[in-house]
């Protein structure tokens, strides 16, 4: 059972970026998927996640970033655009039984992948 998450990158305030999240081992179309990032010295901060039929994303981010999912191709992406320097962390995916904001809700965790927004 793994997750991947890749995509990220250095990209100037305004642009975009596509984060994706892809599973091996397991059908990521039985989990609920989550978003989170962390800058050094902080929590880690939910940013979104989707269910099979819902989508939940945190207010700092509505209007500018979309979760979805392909489960055909095994993967959930994070669609960010309009990103603001604040933006920068790594971000992570991770799998759970329920949707939620809450890290301790996720069973599995893949590898961070660093965006960092700067001009």
């Known amino acids: 059972v793994q997750l991947q998450a890749f995509g990220g990158g250095l990209v100037q305030p305004g642009g975009s970026l596509r984060l994706s999240c892809a599973a091996s081992g397991f059908n990521l179309d039985h989990y609920a998927i989550g978003w989170f990032r962390q800058v050094p010295g902080k929590e880690r901060e939910f940013v979104a996640a989707i269910s099979w039929s819902r989508t939940y994303h945190t207010d700092s981010v509505k209007g500018r970033f979309a979760i979805s999912r392909d489960n055909a191709k095994n993967t959930v992406y994070l669609q960010m655009n309009s990103l603001k320097p604040e933006d920068t962390a790594v971000y992570y995916c991770?799998?759970?039984?329920?949707?939620?904001?809450?890290?301790?809700?996720?069973?599995?965790w893949g590898q961070g992948t660093q965006v960092t927004v700067s001009s």
């Open positions: 991770a799998a759970g039984s329920t949707m939620a904001d809450e890290a301790w809700a996720y069973d599995y």
